[in-house]
C-alpha cells in the first residue's frame, strides 16, 4: 500500500476488529499499519477522543476511526469491509453474493448478537441480567448453530473459507463469549466454530499494543 492506514482505537474496544484483520492479512503495526491509542471502555479513555483533529474525522467521538489517505471511515464493520475489499484475497467476497452476504454477517453481529453480550461483559444487571440477556441469545445462537452445521466457517463453498465475515461475527460471538466464559455446549457447532476463529494466532495482538493504557 502506498500509505498507511491508520486505526484511531485501543485493542480493548471495538477497534480489535480490524486489527484483527490486519493481522491476517500479515500486516504488522508501526511497519504496515498506524495505531493510534484512544484509550477504550474497559480501561478509560484518553484525551485523544476530545481533540479537534479526532472530532473532525469522526464527530460522534467514536472509535475505532479509521483513515487512509483521503479516505476516513468510523463504524467497525465499515472499516473491516474496507480493508477486505482494498487487500483482497481469500479474506474477501470473490462474488456479490459472497460480498453481500459478509454484510449481512457483520449487520447481524452488532444488531442481534452484540446488544445482548456486551451487557455480559460489563455484568449490567447482574445475575438477573445475564439470564435475560442469555435468554435472549438462545434462539439467535441455535439460528446461527443451523447456518453453521458440516461448515468450518460462514462463507464459500462445502465448508467454507476463513473471511472477514468470521472476523466481524467472531469479534461479537467468540470474543465476547470467551470473555464471560459463555457456555456454547448447547450449540456445538457454533462452540466448534468459535474454537475455529478465536484460536487463530492473528486474533491475539502482539505485546506491543495498547490492551492497557499508559
Known sequence: MSEKITIYGHQASRASRPYWLL????LEKGKDFIEVDTGGPVTGYNEVRDSAEFLAL???RLIPVMTHGEVVLYESQAICQYI????GGPLSGQ??????RINMYGLSSISNFEPNFLPMVFRQGGDEGRARYTANLEPLLSALNSELINRDYLIGESRGR??????????VVGQYGRAIKFDFSPWPDVE???????????????????VKPD
Open 58 to 60: 469522526n464527530p460522534y
Open 23 to 26: 493481522r491476517e492479512y500479515g
Open 162 to 171: 476463513f473471511t472477514v465475515a468470521d472476523v466481524m461475527m467472531a469479534s
Open 192 to 210: 466448534s466454530w468459535v474454537q475455529l476463529t478465536t484460536r487463530r494466532d492473528a486474533f491475539y495482538p502482539p505485546r506491543d499494543m495498547k
Open 95 to 100: 462474488t456479490p453474493a459472497e460480498t453481500a
Open 84 to 87: 477486505a475489499a482494498l487487500l
